[in-house]
């Protein structure tokens, strides 16, 4: 089976305060764009710009169909919010972005990774897969859904849902859960 290398550098803009970590990007043929959450039937974008422009279609391009890149950079930035996910390299057992058929053979460094965030205070993971990496990583218990655990070098570690729309969750919902860490962060 193919190794696969992780596409991106990771995303931090100079204020950021909160790092999201996901797992890893699906296959290349999934991809709307060139960025964090590529799949246009991912719900984290939708769930963005419903939670900071009250429309889940607010980082869309006029088309509804593709991600603004511009867009969804630009509310990175002011928001000081960084992207990174959990697996640098990993294998796909069934050849499909399901997390449950992702072995990670090689976990980011995270250490080295926050050294580059140095405002960074808080950590939130999308999916239960991701949130188990971290907790390995950080010593940590993993969250409960919506929750916090608070690492010994005091960086609060969320665990949120998965954006994927094979997680049965209104999108709605899911944004709640967001925006409550947001707020408790002070991002929001």
């Not at 204020?15 to 039937?41: C, D, E, H």
């Not at 429309?55 to 169909?65: F, P, V």
């Not at 976990?107 to 580059?116: I, N, S, T």
Request: hydrophobic residues 40%; positive net charge; glycine residues 6%.
């Amino acid at each position: 089976m193919e190794i696969e290398q992780h596409p991106w550098p990771p995303f931090i803009p100079e204020n950021a305060k909160v790092l999201i970590m996901g797992t890893f990007p699906p296959q290349p043929k999934r991809w709307s764009m060139n960025f964090y959450y590529p799949n246009r039937t991912n719900d984290f974008w939708y769930m963005m710009g419903l939670i900071f422009f009250g429309d889940r279609y607010a980082l869309c391009n006029q088309d509804r169909k593709s991600f603004n890149l511009d867009a969804i950079k630009s509310l990175l930035v002011e928001k000081g919010i960084a992207m990174n996910d959990t697996a640098r390299k990993v294998r796909r057992l069934q050849g499909n972005a399901s997390d449950k058929f992702l072995e990670i053979l090689e976990p980011v460094p995270l250490k080295e990774l926050l050294e580059k965030i140095p405002e960074c205070h808080t950590l939130c993971t999308t999916g239960e897969k991701a949130a188990g990496v971290i907790a390995d990583l950080t010593g940590t218990t993993v969250p409960k859904m919506g929750e916090k655990v608070v690492s010994g070098s005091g960086l609060s570690i969320w665990r949120m849902p998965s954006t994927s729309r094979a997680y049965p969750l209104k999108l709605e919902l899911k944004a709640e859960y967001y925006e409550k860490m947001f707020r408790n962060c002070g991002v929001l």
